[in-house]
């Protein structure tokens, strides 16, 4: 069934048994108890035939769950005339199922991000000119112009001289990668530099971005469900039940004894108690800026062991910066980087861009830079304050400043070299890279504190690259180079151990996240196919926020197990009071609403949840704070 059309299924039964039961109570106030009666099952029946057809769903699917009790204790109470107790009854079942399909459909949405970043024209030569055309029309050999910040909508090869693009979503590398004539372009990579030529040499149905489409609906139609909490504990409850009722009715001849057990037995403080815990888990999680899509991945969150992580904009920081700056002539430290910038400030360049917002947040009043030229791909010229400045490639300052004495091996793998020139004069390199974001040591320290055993880097990036960003972390493996369907085959070849958390932030990512028993998408930054494809969203742009998410859904699913017992306990306890006689179906059906009561209040618990580290710095202010 569709998701809407059964929570509006759901919300209609429940208004169905609110209105039967409140207007059966309102006839008997007037006397009119038989009219009474034929309202209260008015409203039970509904709600029992929907819950018999979802009895036969599942059986069919070989699963058993407490809807079976449910089921048998409205069934008898209709058969032998107890029409209040069956109401109740029904009113406590379409309620908890309610709260259940609310938890499950708070965060639900569909691919349509993914799918909305594919491109739907192409600007193709034809006869000398330029038309717009639907990207079903493109075919191999095409020729596209590709204009700055457009997406590549197909798989080609470059025709013009060179062509800067940023590959960040499909790869994971940081950094803009410069192809030269005749390489080739995967699409959805976005063009950072100046317009090119894409000669086409797939469709767009077999290009690189529609099988990652693709790759992230198979994952997710493959994703094995998770069982409801409740339902784990049917067996032996429904076990328990049915031996009771039988045994009151053999050994008394009276079915109403049997009538009464059932009642009592209804699952209503799993039903309801369950659900509330969880959905009061999630609220508090988005409390701490963790979105979670429902009851099931928080229940699936707090038994995760084994951690996943992509590199690029999730356990880095997914954009350059300044690691250090060399001088090798008369300019200060802080002057290279003013003259550098002030020229930077007219290339979209996204390293170039990253200087200009160092220089910025260091305070620094930049000139406007006059006569520039840029030449894409390789580096900028211009006047800064009446001086000739270059800024580019070392390779491309050295053709104006004479050798550019620079020392490769004080640049680690991954960084990227900016050298700069003034009046003709080499004057110093700036070295940048993307940074590991500061504090993962702590982080993959607290995640281990809480029961994660194995964390694994996942990254499209190249070999040395992964193993200079996670030196000294102490992961258990790095996995470079990788594609998006190798990410998938990981995550199910790991999944063969135990629950598996797959975190990261680009389209190449998507798949992984699906296939994932929990997939975490960065959600200040990461790309829209990320975020639909997990199923827990970091609201912001912070990875350590996740540890605070892991200990409220912990703690969630703690609270959730202790109504689980406690309902059970006192659900016994009152069927072996009704099996001896002393509770009729309607006093059976009031000890129940004690006992759904009683744990709703415990579940509502999972409200208060204030994680261990949060606590601990909120006391630290306090105490500062005191201190004053």
Same mark, same amino acid.
């Given at each position: @069934?569709?998701?809407?059309l059964?929570?509006r299924?759901?919300m209609?039964l429940l #208004?169905?048994a609110?209105?039967?039961?409140?207007?059966?109570?309102?006839?008997t106030l007037?006397?009119?108890a038989?009219?009474?009666? +034929?309202?209260?099952?008015?409203?039970?029946?509904p709600?029992?035939?929907?819950?018999v057809v979802e %009895?036969?769903?599942?059986?069919w699917k070989g699963?058993v769950?407490?809807? =079976?009790?449910?089921?048998?204790? @409205?069934?008898?109470?209709?058969?032998?005339g107890?029409?209040l107790a069956?109401?109740?009854?029904?009113?406590?079942?379409?309620?908890?199922?309610f709260l259940?399909?609310? $938890?499950?459909g708070r965060a639900r949405r569909?691919m349509?991000d993914l799918?909305s970043? #594919?491109?739907?024209t192409?600007?193709?030569h034809?006869?000398?000119? /330029?038309?717009?055309?639907?990207l079903?029309e493109?075919n191999?050999d095409?020729l596209l112009?590709i204009r700055?910040?457009?997406?590549?909508? #197909?798989?080609g090869t470059v025709?013009g001289d060179?062509a800067?693009?940023?590959?960040?979503a499909?790869t994971?590398?940081s950094?803009?990668?410069?192809?030269?004539?005749?390489?080739?372009v995967m699409s959805g990579?976005?063009? $950072?530099?100046?317009a090119?030529?894409?000669?086409v040499?797939r469709?767009?149905?077999?290009s690189t971005?529609a099988?990652?489409?693709?790759?992230?609906e198979?994952a997710?139609a493959?994703k094995?469900?998770m069982?409801r909490l $409740?339902d784990r504990?049917?067996?032996?409850f429904?076990?328990v039940?049915?031996?009771l009722?039988?045994a009151?009715w053999w050994?008394t001849g009276?079915p109403?004894?049997? #009538?009464?057990?059932?009642?009592v037995a209804?699952?209503c403080?799993?039903?309801?108690?369950v659900? &509330?815990?969880l959905?009061a888990? /999630?609220?508090?999680?988005?409390?701490f800026?963790?979105?979670?899509k429902g009851s099931k991945?928080l229940?699936?969150?707090?038994?995760?062991?084994?951690l996943?992580l992509d590199?690029?904009?999730?356990?880095?920081?997914g954009?350059?910066?300044i690691v250090s700056?060399?001088?090798?002539?008369?300019?200060?430290k802080?002057?290279?980087?003013?003259?550098?910038?002030?020229?930077?400030?007219?290339?979209?360049h996204p390293?170039?861009?990253? +200087?200009?917002?160092?220089?910025r $947040?260091?305070g620094?009043a930049?000139?406007?830079?006059?006569?520039?030229v840029e030449t *894409?791909?390789?580096g900028?010229a211009?006047?800064?304050i009446g001086r000739?400045v270059v800024v580019?490639g070392?390779?491309?300052?050295?053709?104006?400043?004479?050798t550019?004495?620079f020392?490769?091996a004080i640049?680690?793998?991954?960084?990227?070299?900016?050298?700069l020139?003034v009046?003709?004069t080499l004057?110093?390199? +700036?070295?940048?890279?993307d940074?590991?974001r500061?504090?993962t040591a702590d982080?993959?320290?607290?995640?281990?504190?809480?029961?994660?055993t194995r +964390?694994i880097?996942?990254?499209?990036?190249?070999?040395a690259?992964?193993d200079?960003?996670?030196?000294?972390?102490?992961?258990?493996?790095?996995?470079?180079? @990788?594609t998006?369907?190798q990410k998938v085959q990981?995550v199910?070849t790991?999944r063969k151990?135990g629950?598996?958390m797959m975190?990261g932030?680009? &389209?190449?990512?998507?798949?992984a996240?699906?296939?994932?028993?929990i997939?975490?998408?960065?959600g200040?930054?990461g790309a829209?196919?990320?975020a639909e494809?997990?199923?827990?969203v970091?609201?912001?742009d912070?990875l350590n926020r996740l540890? *605070?998410g892991?200990e &409220?859904?912990q703690k969630?699913r703690?609270i959730?197990l202790?109504?689980?017992a406690?309902?059970?306990?006192l659900? =016994?306890l009152g069927m072996i009071a009704?099996a001896l006689?002393?509770l009729?179906p309607v006093?059976?059906? /009031?000890?129940?609403?004690? %006992?759904?009561v009683?744990?709703? /209040?415990?579940?509502?618990?999972?409200?208060?949840i204030?994680?261990d580290?949060?606590g601990?710095r909120a006391?630290?202010l306090?105490a500062?704070t005191?201190?004053?």
């Open positions: @069934m569709n998701p809407l059964h929570d299924l759901n209609a #208004v169905v609110v209105l039967c039961l409140l207007a059966g109570l309102a006839l007037t006397e009119r038989d009219l009474a009666m +034929i309202v209260w099952a008015a409203g039970v029946v709600v029992l035939a929907a819950l %009895i036969l769903r599942s059986l699963e769950g407490l809807d =079976i009790v449910a089921a048998l204790s @409205m069934s008898a109470a209709l058969l032998f107890e029409t069956a109401a109740v009854v029904a009113l406590m079942y379409s309620g908890g199922t259940e399909s609310f $938890a499950e569909e349509s799918l970043r #594919v491109p739907r192409a600007t193709r034809q006869d000398g000119g /330029l038309e717009e055309v639907p079903q493109i191999p095409d112009l700055q910040g457009d997406v590549a909508p #197909v798989d025709q060179r800067m693009l940023d590959q960040s499909l994971g590398e950094m803009p990668v410069r192809l030269d004539r005749g390489q080739e990579s976005t063009n $950072a530099g100046e090119f030529d894409l000669r040499t469709a767009a149905a077999d971005y099988g990652i489409v693709r790759l992230v198979a997710q493959s094995a469900p069982a $409740a504990y049917s067996l032996v429904l076990a039940t049915v031996a009722a039988t009151a050994f009276d109403i004894r049997a #009538v009464a057990v059932l009642v209804t699952p403080p799993l039903i309801l108690a659900p &509330v815990a959905v888990g /999630l609220s508090r999680a988005a409390h800026g963790v979105l979670i991945p229940e699936a969150l707090a038994q995760i062991k084994t996943i590199k690029t904009g999730t356990l880095t920081d954009r350059p910066q700056i060399e001088t090798h002539g008369v300019l200060s802080d002057e290279i980087l003013y003259f550098a910038a002030a020229l930077d400030q007219a290339s979209k390293i170039a861009q990253a +200087i200009v917002a160092a220089a $947040a260091d620094a930049l000139p406007i830079p006059e006569n520039v *894409p791909g390789e900028v211009g006047i800064i000739h580019g070392a390779a491309f300052v050295a053709a104006t400043a004479g550019a004495h020392d490769k640049v680690a793998a991954g960084s990227v070299v900016v050298s020139a009046d003709g004057m110093g390199h +700036i070295i940048m890279a940074a590991l500061s504090g982080f993959l320290a607290g995640l281990r504190h809480l029961g994660i +964390i880097l996942a990254t499209g990036d190249r070999r690259v992964a200079a960003v996670t030196e000294g972390l102490g992961l258990d493996d790095v996995r470079a180079e @990788m998006p369907d990981l199910l790991e151990t629950p598996v975190v932030d680009g &389209v190449n990512d998507a798949p996240l699906a296939a994932a028993d997939g975490v998408a960065m200040a930054r829209a196919a990320s494809a997990a199923d827990v970091l609201l912001v912070h540890l *605070p892991i &409220v859904a969630s703690r959730a202790q109504s689980v406690a309902g059970i306990g659900s =016994i009704a006689g002393y009729t006093q059976g059906a /009031l000890v129940q609403e004690v %006992i759904d009683a744990v709703i /209040l415990n579940a509502l618990r999972a409200l208060r204030v994680p580290h949060v601990q006391t630290g306090e500062q005191a201190a004053l």
